[in-house]
């Protein structure tokens, strides 16, 4: 899959004061490492590498496929949730650049992962047959604040930085009690 992340998430899903609570730390001597921490926490759950294979925080990203769907079929979008599409350009068969129209596709948000549908009557453009000829910007996450994360996701959070903070030398394994939270959200289609 080629897809790259164009603007990362603003925040995190948890942040460093609710870490802190979390750890109950109240010195600020131990901030960088609390950082350090959420952000190995997140990186293994968000994004193209994380475990959830979906996107926490709003993010946008630019993802380049071969071709378009045969027939009528729908796009599925990867790291739901999905919140919008931005474009969708493309190579037609002469390699010249091209913008498909919005009219053309819908963009449903609501099922997981998101799609990208034709509009009635409409068909797949076609494309020159080289590699990442379409290009897909669209933007996913659970929203631009913290508290639009699921509550299990951002508790799962708060059990990995607490394991890894009382235990440094005890690996990057995630708790039991973490994983048994993040299981209903992981995403095994892409």
């Known amino acids: ?6 603007t ?73 949730p999905l919140q919008s599409v931005q474009s969708i350009t493309y190579l037609d068969e002469g390699g010249v650049a091209q913008t498909l129209e919005s009219a053309k596709y819908t963009v449903v948000t609501d099922e997981e992962p998101g799609l990208i549908q034709l509009a009635l009557d409409e068909v797949w453009p076609a494309t020159q047959d080289v590699p990442g000829a379409i290009t897909i910007a669209f933007t996913a996450g659970y929203g631009a604040d913290p508290s639009d994360v699921p509550a299990s ?8 930085i607490l394991r890894w903070y009382d235990n440094p030398e005890g690996g990057d394994g995630m708790p039991a009690g973490a994983e048994a939270l993040l299981e209903t959200h992981r995403i095994h289609t892409f």
């Open 1 to 6: 899959m080629r897809i790259s992340l164009i």
């Open 8 to 80: 990362p998430p603003a925040v995190t899903a948890v942040s460093l004061d609710e870490a802190k609570e979390h750890l109950r730390v109240s010195q600020n001597s131990h901030d960088a490492l609390i950082t350090d921490l959420l952000a190995a926490a997140i990186g293994r759950l968000d994004g193209r590498r994380g475990v959830l294979g979906r996107a926490l925080i709003t993010q946008q990203w630019s993802w380049r496929i071969d071709r378009f769907p045969i027939g009528c079929m729908s796009i599925a979008v990867p790291f739901p």
């Open 153 to 160: 996701i951002r508790s799962a959070i708060k059990m990995m």
